[in-house]
């Protein structure tokens, strides 16, 4: 598993526990080799990003009860892929995102200028 930094240097903080997030389930945006998608930027998703990521592929609203996936709503955080947050800040619909828990490797994606303009803090 790739080391606990996040974007700004420091330790890299817990995104969500419920709903429970990450590629791991442990609630961090960690990331490692079989984690083709790259789960690494805490958001906090809005109905616009949601929409956006339906729309593209990838229907985040729909509970999946045999996986244990609840379907997010509004407000909830989770730790996206770093290639669709970049899709969606290109298209003007970005989830804001939780520095504190977005993982560094999301800078290889994403500007931290562009995460910056984008930065709420943690819990909602």
């Given at each position: 598993m790739a080391d606990g930094k996040n974007v700004l240097g420091g330790e890299l903080a817990?995104?969500?526990?419920?709903?429970?997030?990450?590629?791991?389930?442990?609630?961090?945006?960690?990331?490692?080799?079989?984690?083709?998608?790259l789960h690494i930027i805490c958001t906090r998703v809005t109905d616009e990003f949601l929409a956006f990521s339906k729309r593209t592929g990838n229907d985040l609203s729909t509970p999946v009860p045999?996986?244990?996936?609840?379907?997010?709503?509004?407000?909830?955080?989770?730790?996206?892929?770093?290639?669709?947050?970049?899709?969606?800040?290109?298209?003007g619909v970005a989830a804001p995102v939780v520095l504190e828990a977005t993982h560094v490797s999301a800078l290889e994606f994403v500007s931290l200028d562009a995460l910056k303009k984008h930065a709420v803090k943690g819990s909602p």
């Open positions: 817990p995104c969500s526990k419920d709903p429970l997030t990450g590629f791991y389930r442990d609630g961090c945006c960690r990331t490692g080799p079989e984690d083709r998608g045999q996986y244990g996936f609840p379907g997010l709503k509004d407000g909830d955080q989770w730790c996206v892929c770093a290639e669709r947050w970049k899709e969606a800040y290109d298209a």
